[in-house]
């Protein structure tokens, strides 16, 4: 049923379940992924880097742009996480969807989920294509299951769902810098009295090109030689939905046109010139947790891929956590040493899920 009332949500019946069987799925799956080593993200699991960040709010924003973390102009500080999605953490010359994950820190107020409610944290996650692959969870949960299956149920899925290859192909790409990506949430959250989707895009001053020759892990040495030389500058944009029907809450396929309701500026990303890459900043990378449900009331996640994302990214990183034995902290400060705050207690329905004869 579609609706004509902003920011409205509408939930399938059986979504629950689906929901359910997905996040078992998935579990297996990076069981299957990681037999006898860290038990990894199941998506997104390769990082380019981890990287401190500044998140500065805008000056003199309209009153409609004033919400959550927006409200005052005021400069965060943050982490930022990138990666690729592919779960395979293959030669990042294949073409890939990359990943941008935000973390502010100092953020007041409560925040949605019950476990992080007092966390002084708020997630934004982006990805470097402007549509999801698939309409909604049950589209998901089939195309999970027709990849971890055999030939014909590949054939099968594929065969019939046409739009989901056509999204695959304009987001599968290859880039030359993380750092100068552009990256949107896809799907869409709440803002006030109506819903927004989110884009950083980066404001390049020496743009790089593909190498002719590249190296396995050539993005996280783009990183590196840009962040040694300047710092690198993002847009933190939202584009507001201004149509119920032609923009739709229950359909992240779809990118929302830029003509009726154009990206405005909300903050500036700044990563300063840093040295990110040694031992103890990617063990703290692996180790953080993003998930778009951990944010003020205000940013509410919408829509029902979303809604599976809430299940699954806190099972998985319970899972993950337990299983690496490392505790599930979010972090207070840019010093990746100082005692961090946040419950290390694993979830129950993650320890009532380890399978017997998996674990390293
Ligand atoms: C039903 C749909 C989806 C499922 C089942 C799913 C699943 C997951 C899982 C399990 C993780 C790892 C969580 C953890 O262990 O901490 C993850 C990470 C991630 N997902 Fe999704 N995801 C979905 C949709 C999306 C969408 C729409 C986006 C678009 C922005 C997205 C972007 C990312 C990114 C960038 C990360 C990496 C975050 C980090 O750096 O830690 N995902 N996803």
């Not at 965060?76 to 973390?103: H, L, T």
């Not at 299940?311 to 690496?324: G, Q, T």
């Amino acid at each position: 049923m579609k609706t004509t009332q902003l920011a409205t949500e509408s939930i399938p019946p059986g979504e629950a379940r689906r929901i359910r069987d997905l996040a078992a799925r998935l579990q297996a799956k990076i069981v299957r992924e990681n037999p006898s080593s860290i038990m990894r993200r199941d998506a997104h699991p390769k990082m380019h880097g981890v990287v401190k960040a500044e998140f500065t709010i805008e000056p003199d924003l309209p009153p409609e742009l004033r919400i959550g973390v927006f409200a005052q102009p005021r400069t965060y500080q943050a982490w930022i996480r990138f990666s690729n999605q592919s779960p395979s953490r293959g030669p990042d010359s294949e073409r890939d969807i990359r990943g941008m994950a935000i973390k502010l820190m100092g953020v007041p107020g409560e925040k949605l989920l019950e476990r992080q409610k007092h966390e002084q944290t708020q997630d934004f996650i982006l990805i470097s294509t402007k549509v999801f692959v698939t309409r909604d969870v049950a589209q998901f949960d089939d195309m999970i299951k027709a990849m971890t299956g055999s030939l014909w149920s590949k054939i099968g899925f594929f065969g019939l769902h046409w739009r989901v290859i056509l999204n695959l192909v304009k987001s599968l790409r290859k880039f030359a810098n993380p750092l100068q990506t552009p990256y949107f949430s896809t799907t869409p959250y709440l803002f006030g009295a109506t819903a927004v989707k989110y884009a950083a895009i980066p404001q390049v001053r020496h743009p790089d090109k593909l190498p002719s020759a590249p190296g396995d892990d050539y993005l996280r040495e783009a990183m590196i030689a840009q962040l040694r030389r300047e710092d690198a500058l993002f847009d933190f944009a939202v584009q507001l939905q201004t149509d119920a029907r032609a923009m739709p809450i229950e359909d992240p396929g779809r990118a929302w046109d830029e003509s009726a309701s154009p990206w405005r500026k909300l903050a500036t990303i700044r990563i300063p010139r840093q040295e990110f890459d040694s031992e103890a900043q990617r063990v703290f990378g692996e180790n953080l947790s993003f998930t778009p449900w951990h944010c003020l009331p205000a940013h509410r996640p919408l829509g029902g891929i979303n809604r599976a994302r809430r299940v699954v990214y806190d099972l998985i990183s319970a899972f993950r956590h337990e299983w690496n034995q490392a505790p599930r902290r979010e972090p207070a400060s840019w010093d990746i040493d100082a005692p961090q705050v946040g419950s290390t207690e694993p979830s129950a329905i993650m320890r009532s899920a380890v399978m017997p004869g998996t674990k390293k």
